[in-house]
């Protein structure tokens, strides 16, 4: 959901009538790591952490979120069903960018190791992690990025759908770069 923040974003910032970039568009893109639309990022493109994260926190034991209801849904791209508390939040699934809590607007890239965007706002690319991976260790491609685009582009919620309307297509150029054009 937080992808679809972005693309949110670059929608709202661009002009109504943009034409259509060709696949040609995304050339050779100049990567950052991280983007912001008031500051400048607060990171730099060394770091390994959020200042309010603590890399030596224990990591074991088991979390409780309560919660009123009941859910008989994981997937928070369909409309059918209740959705389980927290799953849209991104406690399960892993984004192209991550938001810092500590900043306005600033994304920095989680799956993704940069971010381009073009000079019209006409398409914005991603080069996908080398080490981004599934929970079952197999590595996240360009492919597994546009076939979720796709699938959330025809079948997501009325929001998501709303989110992703001006984005005409998505494409793959190399082996671990994406590029998503109005």
Request: with cysteine.
């Amino acid at each position: 959901m937080k992808t679809a923040h972005l693309v949110v974003a670059l929608v709202l910032y661009s002009t109504p009538h943009m034409a259509i970039a060709s696949e040609r568009a995304c050339g050779s893109p100049s990567y950052k790591h991280g983007i912001a639309h008031l500051l400048p990022p607060k990171y730099d493109a060394e770091f390994t952490h959020f200042d309010y994260a603590n890399p030596s926190a224990p990591k074991m034991g088991e979390m409780r979120l309560p919660s009123l209801g009941t859910f008989d849904n994981f997937n928070y791209i369909l409309e059918k069903g209740r959705l389980a508390d927290g799953y849209a939040g991104g406690l399960v699934y892993d984004t192209l960018l991550e938001y810092a809590i500590d900043e306005t607007t600033a994304a920095y890239g989680r799956l993704a190791e940069g971010i381009a965007i073009g000079p019209d706002l006409d398409w914005v690319a991603f080069k996908i992690r080398k080490n981004a991976i599934w929970h079952d260790g197999q590595p996240i491609t360009v492919d597994d990025v546009i076939f979720t685009f796709e699938t959330m582009k025809k079948h997501g919620s009325v929001a998501i759908r709303t989110a992703l309307f001006d984005l005409d297509r998505i494409f793959a150029f190399g082996d671990r770069e994406v590029c998503f054009v109005r």
